[in-house]
């Protein structure tokens, strides 16, 4: 149990456009997700709180109008970069809180995203 | 100072050694702790939690947690090749009011590698 998927798992896309990545938790409801940005051989830096039907609560220094983050349903939250740049290439990855186990996160595989 | 400190090694050992993976920390609020092991361009796996002080074996793994020194532990007898990864401790603490848990705080991560 608490598997959480994270789609998709690379993408490349042109500076200037933006890109979607999904996280799903797929066996238990999550009413709060995570998402961390992981630069590499780094730790994890928690970019935002996504919290199902409210707006998200974003880490102090993260661009809230860059980072866009959708909780739309209990096993589902979006992370939408817009306006891509180079910078933003790293690696992303969410994580959910398990409802009767909530200082426990389990966490999807990432998405590596790329900005050319 | 950093809320937790972690060696980010890295750190070699033969197979079959035991290994002894460390944390500190400086917040007395943290009560949850956490082990996740990641595999290079992998989401991080939850390994081990333990709540407040003690220890809890799975396994090979074994957690120990002394809040007194605020100081955490992850030992990982037999080691395998298959346990080469990188190590990340994680910690959090209930919200002022107790009704949730906070968000959760990551160590560097130790870059371990088992050889055969």
């Known amino acids: 149990g608490a598997v959480v998927s994270q789609h998709p798992s690379r993408v490349i896309c042109k500076s200037g456009t933006s890109v979607k990545i999904e996280c799903r938790s797929l066996?238990?409801?999550?009413?709060?997700m995570f998402w961390y940005r992981q630069f590499p051989k780094k730790s994890l830096m928690l970019m935002a709180t996504?919290?199902?039907?409210?707006?998200?609560?974003?880490e102090q220094g993260v661009e809230k109008d860059k980072f866009l983050i959708n909780h739309a349903s209990l096993t589902l939250s979006t992370l939408t970069v817009t306006s891509a740049h180079p910078e933003d290439s790293s690696f992303y990855i969410c994580?959910?809180?398990?409802?009767?186990?909530?200082?426990?996160?389990?966490f999807g595989p990432g998405t590596r995203l790329t900005v050319t | 100072q950093k809320e937790v400190e972690q060696d980010p090694g890295p750190l070699s050992v033969p197979e079959g050694a035991i290994v002894s993976l460390n944390c500190t920390y400086s917040?007395?609020?943290?009560?949850?702790f956490m082990w996740y092991r990641q595999y290079s361009r992998k989401g991080p796996e939850l390994l081990m939690y333990?709540?407040?002080?003690g220890n809890k074996e799975d396994g090979r793994f074994t957690a120990q947690v002394d809040k007194s020194s605020k100081y955490i532990s992850l030992f990982i007898r037999d080691s395998q090749p298959s346990d080469s990864a990188t190590y990340l401790c994680?910690?959090?603490?209930?919200?002022?009011?107790?009704?949730?848990?906070?968000?959760?705080?990551f160590g560097q991560g130790t870059i371990l590698t088992v050889h055969p």
């Open positions: 994580s959910a809180r398990v409802p009767d186990r909530g200082y426990e996160q389990y």
């Open positions: 066996d238990f409801q999550a009413t709060t």
């Open positions: 996504s919290n199902e039907g409210s707006k998200a609560t974003y």
């Open positions: 917040n007395s609020a943290f009560q949850y």
């Open positions: 333990t709540y407040s002080s």
């Open positions: 994680a910690m959090s603490a209930r919200n002022a009011g107790g009704t949730s848990y906070g968000k959760l705080t």
